[in-house]
């Protein structure tokens, strides 16, 4: 087995502190499993794009890590933080619309949450659209001009 695919599936593990002590304080506070999730898919993510993971064993991983992410979503109570983190999985995997039904309601609540500005410009410069994750970034830190995210 891959050594690259043994390391994400060790940090896929609950039990690993790794990702614990990459976490935002904010983040892991309120939705740790996600925040978790989120930085193995990055592992893994660059992995693969420096060919250290085999096309293959991305794609077993991506099923072990989509069974992983419905499990902390369904255990993780609603929030603006964990929305933003959802979203942001849903759009780095390829699904900017389902990551936009996310963030839609929430921003409907609490559309001056950073988190989810952040979440959603990332969103729109996934899909190519650079004025709009601008403007986005450029409303968040209008808000907070210390927002090292946007």
Request: zero cysteines; proline letters at 9%.
């Amino acid at each position: 087995m891959n050594f690259s695919l043994l390391l994400v599936v060790a940090l896929l593990s609950p039990s690993s502190g790794f990702t614990q002590d990459l976490a935002q304080p904010p983040t892991e506070q309120t939705a740790p499993e996600l925040a978790r999730l989120d930085q193995v898919l990055t592992l893994a993510q660059e992995a693969k794009q420096q060919d250290r993971l085999a096309p293959e064993r991305y794609e077993e991983f991506l099923k072990q890590f989509r069974a992983s992410l419905d499990e902390a979503r369904a255990a993780t109570p609603p929030s603006p933080v964990a929305a933003a983190l959802y979203a942001r999985i849903l759009a780095r995997l390829g699904d900017p619309k389902q990551a936009l039904a996310i963030l839609a309601p929430a921003l409907d609540q609490d559309p001056e949450n950073a988190s989810l500005g952040v979440a959603l410009g990332h969103v729109r410069f996934g899909e190519k659209n650079y004025p709009a994750a601008y403007a986005e970034a450029e409303a968040v830190l209008k808000r907070e001009p210390k927002n090292k995210e946007a």
